[in-house]
């Protein structure tokens, strides 16, 4: 089984963000990146397909900061190829963008087809919607399906058993023509731990494929611009509300009241 994984760099919400001085973004030149949540279950996921089929596993990445840590870090957990997309700042235009980039990259060639899952996170801190995965499926007609929690693959290779996670604890369980675009959500088991020694040696024994990127007809432009950012404000703190339920409920209703909301 051939399995490719979109990975994607985000800016790190441990660290503190800043605004760049036009006003316009994030400073990304202090932020530190790190790899999003939901693309390291979907390299877990991979992985784990990879164990129980067999197959290989190739991971793609648009280059940004901090990228070739997490590349060689999926090599060091099992991965077979990394490839980085060397394409300017077209990572930071938008999700359209980057899923077009990302669709042409695999159809284009080197080596990535034919492939019979191509996974990838849910969502990302800068894709809420998550619409990388479903974008990627449409440009290249594949089947999708998203918030994916269980992929169990036919031994034919024709069909995979998909589950996939709604509100309130339901779950429904889909058939998908393979090859597919799966969106996880999180995988059958938490993402492995890998030693910093063992990722050290895949940088002395292994390489990163570099890709150029193929020219956008839109020149990767996102479809709504950002005028402005700024930091949240602080305000008056909050009121703590004490006394009986009767006193609260009614002190809280009197607020409510007061300022319009009731």
């Not at 949540?37 to 089929?53: F, G, I, T």
Request: aromatic share 2%.
């Amino acid at each position: 089984m051939n399995l490719l994984v979109l990975l994607k760099m985000v800016p790190d919400v441990v660290e503190e963000l800043d605004i760049a001085s036009g006003g316009a973004g994030l400073d990304m030149d202090v932020a530190r990146m790190a790899l999003s949540e939901s693309d390291d279950h979907a390299l877990e996921q991979a992985l784990l397909l990879k164990e129980r089929m067999g197959g290989t596993v190739a991971v793609l990445a648009v280059d940004a900061a901090e990228v070739d840590d997490a590349l060689f870090t999926a090599l060091a957990k099992g991965a077979d190829r990394a490839l980085k997309v060397d394409a300017g700042g077209v990572s930071q235009a938008g999700t359209r963008a980057l899923a077009d980039l990302l669709a042409r990259v695999i159809a284009d060639g080197h080596n990535l087809l034919p492939v019979d899952l191509i996974l990838t996170g849910t969502q990302a801190i800068d894709d809420l919607d998550g619409l990388v995965a479903p974008l990627v499926a449409h440009q290249l007609g594949l089947p999708y399906l998203g918030i994916v929690t269980e992929v169990t693959p036919e031994p034919a290779g024709k069909v995979a058993s998909v589950v996939k996670e709604y509100s309130g604890g339901v779950r429904g369980r889909f058939e998908v023509d393979l090859p597919a675009v799966l969106g996880i959500q999180s995988a059958e088991r938490p993402p492995r731990y890998v030693p910093v020694a063992k990722v050290r040696a895949a940088m002395k024994t292994q390489r990163i494929e570099t890709v150029e990127a193929p020219t956008l007809a839109d020149g990767g432009m996102a479809l709504a611009e950002v005028k402005s950012m700024s930091k949240p404000e602080e305000a008056g703190r909050a009121e703590m509300i004490e006394g009986t339920p009767e006193s609260a409920s009614a002190r809280l209703c009197g607020i409510l009241a007061d300022r319009g909301l009731v």
